[in-house]
């Protein structure tokens, strides 16, 4: 089976060593895939999603030790990624992209299928916070889309936007 995601080259540098090197690599393979969709949801782009993740997995490489002794490794390491893909931004992407924010749990969870559980653990936060910004996205007038997300999501089974919750 091929596969259209292929292993950055950072994955082949040799900057880290040792237990180091080993928890670098895990991490990297956990969250490829879904850096490079959601970068390639977000830029429009799929060689651009994979310079962007190659490049955040190399500045995630030369401050690893600093991340792995920090509050929360896979936090750090989204707002990195988040951070990469801002810098390569064009104007004319920028103006098409979705807004970030509550936003990309939709892209996270709608369009690229992902559960609050595995949002969670990918962006360093407790699940009832990637529930509450997915109910919030809901609410809002830039509705997500269909879902593809396992059948429990509400939004799996409807096709018509969700409406901005009236004011009481």
């Not at 810098?87 to 990309?104: E, K, L, V």
Request: proline share 10%.
């Amino acid at each position: 089976m091929l596969s259209c995601s292929p292993v950055p080259p950072v994955l082949d540098a040799c900057c880290l060593t040792g237990t180091r090197r080993l928890e670098f690599d895990a991490f990297c393979e956990l969250a490829l895939t879904p850096y490079l969709h959601f970068a390639r949801v977000r830029l429009g782009d799929f060689p651009l999603a994979l310079r962007v993740v190659d490049r955040t997995f190399t500045d995630l490489a030369e401050k690893w030790a600093a991340v792995l002794n920090g509050p929360c490794a896979p936090a750090t390491a989204w707002a990195l990624l988040q951070r990469t893909i801002i810098q390569h931004r064009s104007s004319i992407q920028a103006d098409r992209a979705a807004p970030s924010g509550p936003h990309d749990m939709v892209v996270l969870h709608c369009l690229l299928g992902l559960s609050e559980r595995s949002i969670a653990h990918l962006r360093g936060m407790e699940i009832s916070a990637v529930a509450a910004q997915l109910a919030f996205a809901r609410r809002t007038p830039l509705s997500p889309p269909d879902c593809r997300a396992h059948p429990a999501c509400p939004r799996r089974s409807h096709n018509t936007p969700i409406r901005p919750a009236s004011a009481p």
